[in-house]
């Protein structure tokens, strides 16, 4: 119950999104610019280095290697440019997670009502003398509403998820699933996810903020013009107000005495943003433009085949926040949790031994608050006799006759027929979710009657009071369940994992390896620095320290291997629904239009989604087919077309000629040219 | 817009933008490390015609 509550005030929110500033791809994207500096770096100081051992030679000596080294450092800065350059607004619809959207229940509270032991609920029928007859043949409508039938409802009342109810009597809630019956898994369809995703453009509150950057006293004055990222000039302006766009402060006309001419670089930001709002243009959400976007949702009938696609997508997409682990329990955790949710430990008192007395396997659940779970173990040495203590009067008579009441102690279990027993339990989800072990509540034997769910593994035994339906019976024909009271539950400790654990690569772990790999370079090459000298011990330690990088790269080479393994795997498509609408010209309505009209999907049970938005810009995007980077996203996703894209349409081939001259360079021509070098021609190039 | 366009797929998706970036990133790895082999490989043969001259300049000497 509290698991749903809790999604009750949830809200699925727009965020900014750049592929390449996502988390840790920025760190990745510094560390690419650090290695072209490193290049050029070395490159500068082979012609320095060539003054400080007085040699001849000059820049066209330089070992090529190194410029068709830079050349493709460059091509990877300029692919990290693109991508930085793409921003887009996305739109996570959660419902299982962080949970920022409600799942709808498909049940309501209701009386328990009675089944057989097949399951099938039981009816009351009178007959023509008044007298009552249970049948599990489903009356009409109208003996119900003539009192000629009625549900023969548990006794005492049991308030259930999936009970008797009265607006809707005839339907058994427990029907598959299929057939629009409970689950016990959260539901959120597709259509809720579609729904989702054109309700978020509606929130008329959802606009971009930006804030006053420091005090009001040093901004300008209310009613100053002050100026848009464009020089757009606006009045309006009051620095006690937030505004919806990025505002600007002309700055000073002159500086030191000479007149700024680089406005753009002496303007003065005056605001910065706080909240990114709904996909906009320069702050406005119901802009007429070119906006398109990009729908992928994960569906399945099946919980547990929608817990493996939406794992897999999560790795592919661990660029977004909201699928990375880097805190907590990840995803994969939180959704197998539903599945299978750790074990309690639960101490329980006053275990009538009369009733027989709790064994593994026996199933439990709660009177009041419905908890539910599966006897896993009976932890040894915990069953001992209950203490009970009773008071009572005890009359003594004294010397002189007289009879003296006193208060005593006495143990009112003194044939142990109650004892108290720690059980582990494996919690079973009811109809509502997890419930929790209240002290104090009764719990008792349950036994399987009839299931929920649809096939497979989304079937679940359906579990009510053993001998419920004997209550009304007389006496000698009733079945007493096994019963106890709570006492408490216990904190339990998580067992340790055994290796290899369910886990995902992440985009972020590529950092740490990017991060040595180019400060190790750069330590390098400002060791060489101080390091130019012909003496032996000098070079040797060169030649160390060569290895050293060698056997480095060697391992980063390793690393991205592993990493490529992954991200040349293809998501199946086999669960995962996309819809890719192109730039069009009627800015956010017009996707909420397209994205309501679509066809195509299935209305599956268990469903999540994410939504990209990118609205067009001035400039061309990477190759220059569009102003719209949802076009580039589309395109490095592979949606476009069924065969490899390109990362960059325009085919720039530099890195792959400059690779080609590298292979070139090391096995023809230029390897055999070193040999008829010098001594200082190669202590020019080697040094550098 | 065609209304075929307006429709859901199922879909392959891809991470072509990192992959390109990891296989630029690789490449670039594997060219300093051939770049580095062949510095080495130069640096030991100054060190063995260093170790060659110094030892013949004893015997000279």
Redesign the interface.
């Known amino acids: 119950m509290a698991e749903f509550s809790a999604l009750l005030t949830a809200k699925a929110e727009w965020k900014p999104h750049q592929i390449a500033k996502a988390g840790d791809i920025a760190s990745l994207a510094a560390a690419a610019s650090a290695l072209a500096d490193t290049v050029k770096s070395t490159l500068s100081l082979a012609s320095a280095g060539m003054e400080v051992v007085k040699l001849l030679a000059t820049l066209q000596n330089i070992n090529p290697l190194l410029i068709a080294l830079e050349a493709l450092a460059d091509e990877v800065l300029k692919q990290i440019q693109d991508l930085k350059e793409a921003g887009y607004w996305y739109l996570y619809v959660d419902p299982y997670y962080e949970g920022n959207v409600s799942p709808t229940q498909k049940y309501n509270y209701g009386f328990e009502q009675l089944r057989n032991q097949a399951g099938d609920l039981i009816w009351s029928y009178k007959d023509g003398s008044g007298n009552w007859s249970d049948k599990t043949d489903t009356p009409t409508l109208a003996k119900i509403n003539s009192d000629d039938a009625k549900p023969h409802l548990a006794s005492p009342r049991k308030l259930i998820p999936g009970g008797y109810d009265s607006s809707n009597p005839l339907v058994d809630p427990l029907r598959s699933s299929d057939d629009g019956g409970v689950s016990k898994f959260p539901t959120f369809t597709t259509k809720e996810v579609i729904k989702e995703f054109t309700k978020a453009f509606d929130d008329e509150g959802d606009v971009p903020r930006y804030k006053l950057v420091g005090e009001v006293s040093a901004a300008p004055k209310a009613e100053e013009i002050v100026y848009d990222v464009d020089g757009n000039a606006y009045t309006g302006w009051n620095p006690k107000i937030d505004f919806g766009l990025e505002l600007f402060d002309l700055g000073k006309a002159s500086e030191d005495g000479s007149t700024v001419k680089n406005y753009v670089a002496g303007r003065k930001a005056l605001n910065t943003k706080v909240a990114p709002g709904k996909p906009n243009i320069l702050g406005n959400t119901e802009f007429v433009g070119g906006s398109g976007a990009i729908a992928i949702i994960i569906a399945s009938g099946n919980f547990n085949e929608f817990i493996d696609v939406f794992n897999k997508f999560s790795q592919m997409f661990s660029d977004i926040p909201e699928f990375s682990s880097s805190t907590g329990k990840n995803l994969l955790d939180a959704l197998t949790e539903i599945i299978t949710p750790n074990d309690v430990t639960v101490k329980l008192t006053q275990v009538d031994t009369k009733f027989q007395s709790f064994i593994v396997g026996d199933v439990i659940g709660g009177q009041k608050y419905l908890s539910l779970g599966k006897i896993k173990e009976i932890v040894e040495g915990s069953v001992v006799p209950t203490t009970m203590v009773g008071r009572k009067a005890v009359g003594k008579t004294d010397d002189e006759g007289n009879i003296v009441s006193t208060m005593t102690d006495y143990n009112m279990n003194e044939v142990e027929r109650w004892v108290d027993m720690e059980v582990v339990i494996s919690p079973i989800r009811n109809l509502d979710g997890l419930n929790p072990w209240i002290t104090g509540d009764m719990v008792v034997e349950m036994e399987e009657r009839g299931t929920s769910g649809s096939t497979g593994d989304d079937v679940f035994p359906n579990y009510v009071v053993k001998g419920g339906d004997t209550t009304e019976l007389p006496k000698e024909l009733r079945i007493y369940p096994k019963v106890a009271i709570v006492a408490m539950e216990k904190l339990m400790i998580l067992p340790e994992s055994t290796p290899p654990d369910f886990g995902g690569i992440q985009i972020k772990d590529i950092v740490p390896g990017w991060g040595e790999f180019f400060q190790l370079l750069e330590n390098f090459v400002l060791q060489l620095k101080g390091m130019i000298s012909d003496s032996a011990s000098f070079v040797q330690d060169m030649i160390d320290m060569i290895k050293q990088v060698e056997a480095f790269l060697e391992y980063m080479i390793k690393i991205i291997d592993e990493f490529l393994k992954f991200f040349q795997i293809t998501l199946p498509s086999q669960g995962v629904y996309a819809l890719y609408i192109p730039n069009q010209p009627d800015g956010n309505e017009g996707i909420k239009t397209q994205l309501s009209s679509a066809t195509g999907i299935p209305d599956l049970g268990y469903a999540a989604g994410l939504l990209f938005v990118g609205t067009e810009g001035d400039k061309l995007i990477a190759g220059g087919g569009s102003k719209n980077p949802i076009d580039l996203l589309a395109l490095v996703l592979g949606l476009l077309d069924d065969e490899e894209a390109p990362v960059n349409p325009a085919g720039n081939s530099t890195a792959e000629d400059a690779a080609a001259a590298v292979g070139k360079a090391l096995a023809g021509t230029d390897k055999d040219a070193w040999k008829d070098k010098s001594t200082s021609e190669k202590m020019a190039s080697l040094l550098f | ?1 065609a209304e075929e ?36 490989q ?6 063995k ?3 060659k001259k ?1 030892k013949k300049e004893k015997h000279n000497g």
């Open positions: 817009m366009e307006n429709n859901w797929k199922e879909a392959e998706l891809r991470r072509d933008d990192i992959k390109k970036l990891l296989e630029n990133t690789k490449k670039l790895a594997g060219m300093y490390s051939e770049i580095m082999e062949v510095k080495r130069s640096w030991e043969n100054v060190l015609a260093k170790i110094a």
